[in-house]
């Protein structure tokens, strides 16, 4: 069956630096686009940025745009999201997703997801 095993997650301060990673097995990885998500505390799973099956497009919430950058390695399976700048704001449990069109943003268009990995900022 489908996996996705999200990692990288953890503790940093304000303006740090973190990358997550999320391995992909029991799919075509290259047939399929990849998103991550994250849900903070109370609120509704929220998109963060998704990548194109080849990897020539992506997109971004516009709370990340210019800090954050998807990335994706079809030969190893593995999908990334480097985080910079970081804001408390961004503290939050995040997600790792394989869906169908990387230009919809919406967490019904994934149908595979991961069990998320902890993202803390300090301020």
């Known amino acids: 069956q489908v996996q996705l095993v999200e990692s990288g997650g953890g503790l940093v301060q304000a303006g740090g630096s973190l990358r997550l990673s999320c391995a992909a097995s029991?799919?075509?990885?290259?047939?399929?686009?990849m998103a991550w998500f994250r849900q903070r505390p109370g609120k509704e799973r929220e998109f963060v940025a998704s990548?194109?099956?080849?990897?020539?497009?992506?997109y971004y919430a516009d709370s990340v745009k210019g800090r954050f950058t998807i990335s994706r390695d079809n030969a190893k399976n593995m999908v990334y999201l480097e985080m910079n700048s970081l804001k408390p704001e961004d503290t939050a449990v995040y997600y790792c997703?394989?869906?169908?069109?990387?230009?919809?943003?919406?967490?019904?268009?994934?149908?595979?997801w991961g069990q998320g990995t902890q993202v803390t900022v300090s301020s």
């Open positions: 029991g799919l075509t990885f290259s047939r399929v686009a």
């Open positions: 997703a394989a869906g169908i069109a990387a230009s919809v943003a919406r967490v019904e268009n994934y149908n595979s």
């Open positions: 990548i194109s099956r080849s990897g020539t497009s992506t």
